[in-house]
Structures are given as C-alpha cells and as structure tokens.
C-alpha cells in the first residue's frame, strides 16, 4: 500500500518542520509543568473549594468544544498557520492570566482563555497534513510529533514535581509564566510558515451540516468519540480514582502505569510506526480498539490483588498495554481525516474530529467521578471495556462505509 501512497517522500524535512517538533516539545514540556498540579495549586495556594477549582479546570474543557468548531470557521477565513498561532497566544494570556491575579473571576477566565487556545488544534493538523502531504510521509511525521509529545510531557511533568510547589503561590507563579514562555515559542513555526494559498480557501457553501452528510465523516468521528471514551477520557482522570479508592492502592501503585506509559512510548513508537508500515490503516484502527479494551479487561482482572509489588507490575502492563494502542492510532488520527475530506471541507473535517475527541475527554471523567463516587468503581471498569469493544464494531462500521464509497483511498500506515 505504501508503494501507491499519495504520501510519497519527495523531500526530506524542512527548517520548519523540525522547528514544528521543536515547538511541540516546548509546548508538551509546559502543560506536563502545570497540568497535573494545577488543581493543587488552585485549592492550596488560591484557596479554592475543591468543587470550585475543578469547575475552573472543567469550565476550560466546555470552552474547548466552542472552539473546536469557532476554530474551523476561522481557518476558513484566516488560513491554518494564523489561527494556530492566535490559539498558542490564547493559551499564554490564559497561562499568565491565571498566575497574575488569583481572584475567582480571572482565574475563570484565564481557563476560558486555555479552552478557546484549542482553535489550535484542527488548524495545526490541517497545516502540517496540507504542507508535508507531496514531501514526506504524513503518518512518520506524526508518529515523530506524538514521541515527542511524550517525551516533553513526562519531563515537564518532572520538572513540575521537583519546581512547582502547590503550597507556595510564588513558586507555582513562577513555573506558570515560565511555561507561558515556552507556550509562546512553540507559536514561532506559525509565523513563519507560509499561509494557506488563496486559491484553497473553500467555497461559499461549506458548512458542517455540509460536512456531517458524509457517512464516512459520520462514522468515523462515532469511532473517535468511542475510543477516546475508552482511552484518554477514562484513563488519566478515572484510573487513577479507580486504583486509589476502589483497590485501595497507593500512588506509587497508580504512578507505575503513568510512567512506563510514556516511557514505552518515548522507547518503542518507532518500532511500532515500523512494523504498522506493513499494516492497512483500517487494520490498525481495530488494533488500537482491541489493545484499549484489553487494558481495562486487564485491569478488571488484576484488580483483586493484595499485594502492592504485584500491583505495581500490573499496573505498568496496563500502561504498557495502553501505549500500544496509542502508538498504532497516533501516526494516522490526521491522515485519516485528511483523505476523507473534500479539498475545500479540510478545515470542518479537522474541527469536527477535534469536537469528538474533546466531547469524549470532557465527558468522561464526569462519568468516572459519578460512577467511582457512587461505589460503583468495578462496574465502571467492565462499561469501559465495553465501550473499547464496541469501538472495535465502530471501526468495522466506518470500514463497510469506505466500501460502499470505494473510490476514496484510506491513508497507508
């Protein structure tokens, strides 16, 4: 498939290419910074409620699902690289905004200003698939950016631990504006790329009611919406909860799958982008269904151990387990979007995609929390199992409706 492939390398990567991947380590280095502790910081340092800090935390995800589709409509009129630079810019005002002032209503808008950043995303896809498609293969280069989206993760996420103490507000400040800092370079590349030509910008009748009567787009954002659901909307918010409060575990227990997650990522997505290369795309997408509905079936499983040791290799298989279905997804999620949508319809094609997953992720941990909190922490495992299962159907729909429009081709692993 690889030999047909309209993904052909003609050239190797660019100055702003590599200066792109440059930019997501800066930008993956301050969220893992911040991210995991910043609800600590609001609750410690600025003194809110626990309710009230994570209305603040979960008011930005409600802003995202807005942007996601704002961010379609701009491209349409701005072009892919300045709609991903004003998105970065969002986030710094946002990121400063929250650390500047501490009273309740900046702080509120400084996270609705991190949510509205999120225009960034489906601009960002489109650009890099629409520049590198005739140069270099779309799916190496994406399988290059989510290595190293991890990598600048996990060490901001140990900078973080060692710099950012929730408990000292000017200390925590500090990490903050120093992340906004490396927010902002990682908006550079934007500047200086070139624009999307005049002459691609789309026609007066697109829309997304235009773009939701394809059924191809149609199955494949129900696919996303599942395997988010199973994957990042349940693990990094409802794992945790569930081996602290149901199994009854330490943290180190829970800090075992967040680590060897990442690790294998940083060690192993290369291999796995080689060995997928032999792989039809449609194969991979129920692959990296099947390997997230395994984790949790897994984890159920397991679950019932005494021991903390025993618990602790579980868990990183988990992780393990988990990596592997992100390894084989990462490198195709954007060339799959990009082969199905008309030349003019990319940007609502992005945003639309960009709206599934931030659907997903926004409504997971609220079911995780409700179910967790109830007592009901085991049943919630096996609905996530089940829910990966049914994303496997999922991908076997989106393949029948592929079929039935034969003459559009899937992107190669």
């Not at 810019?89 to 500047?100: D, K, N, P, S, T």
């Not at 449609?282 to 692959?287: A, E, G, I, K, P």
């Not at 199905?340 to 931030?358: P, T, V």
């Not at 199992?385 to 039935?404: C, E, I, K």
């Amino acid at each position: 498939m690889g030999e047909d492939s309209l993904y052909r390398p003609v050239h190797s990567l660019t100055t702003v290419d590599r200066f792109i991947l440059l930019s997501t380590a800066f930008e993956s280095l301050s969220y893992g910074a911040v991210a995991p502790f910043i609800l600590l910081y609001l609750h410690f340092s600025l003194a809110f409620p626990t309710y009230l800090a994570g209305l603040a935390f979960g008011f930005s995800g409600v802003v995202s699902l807005g942007a996601s589709l704002i961010g379609g409509v701009l491209q349409d009129h701005l072009g892919d690289t300045k709609v991903a630079a004003v998105g970065v810019l969002f986030e710094v005002a946002g990121l400063i905004l929250i650390g500047a002032t501490g009273g309740i209503l900046p702080v509120f808008l400084g996270f609705a200003l991190v949510g509205l950043s999120r225009i960034k995303y489906s601009a960002t896809n489109s650009f890099l698939t629409n520049t590198l498609r005739d140069r270099y293969p779309v799916e190496k280069f994406f399988s290059y950016q989510f290595t190293v989206t991890n990598a600048g993760f996990g060490a901001g996420a140990f900078l973080g631990g060692l710099l950012a103490n929730p408990h000292l507000r000017s200390q925590f400040d500090m990490v903050l504006f120093g992340s906004a800092f490396l927010t902002a370079l990682s908006s550079l590349p934007y500047f200086a790329a070139k624009a999307t030509p005049k002459e691609e910008r789309p026609s007066s009748d697109v829309s997304y009611l235009l773009a939701l009567k394809d059924e191809r787009l149609r199955k494949l954002l129900t696919f996303n919406f599942l395997l988010n659901f199973a994957s990042y909307g349940s693990f990094e918010a409802g794992f945790p909860a569930f081996v602290g409060l149901e199994m009854r575990k330490s943290p180190h227990v829970i800090a075992a799958a967040f680590v060897v997650n990442p690790v294998a990522i940083v060690l192993l997505q290369h291999v796995v982008y080689k060995l997928s290369i032999k792989l039809d795309a449609r194969l991979q997408m129920t692959l990296t269904a099947s390997a997230f509905a395994l984790a949790w079936i897994f984890l159920l499983g397991t679950s019932k151990v005494s021991s903390n040791f025993l618990s602790m290799i579980f868990m990183g298989t988990f992780g393990l387990i988990f990596a592997v279905g992100e390894m084989l997804y990462s490198p195709i999620r954007a060339p799959l979007i990009d082969r199905l949508a008309r030349k003019d319809m990319r940007s609502r094609y992005f945003s639309l995609a960009h709206f599934s997953r931030a659907s997903s992720e926004l409504s997971g941990p609220v079911v995780a929390g409700y179910a967790i909190g109830t007592g009901l922490g085991y049943i919630w495992v096996g609905a996530i199992a089940s829910v990966g299962l049914l994303s496997v159907l999922s991908a076997q729909s989106f393949n029948r409706a592929l079929r039935t429009h034969a003459h559009t081709q899937l992107p190669p692993p």
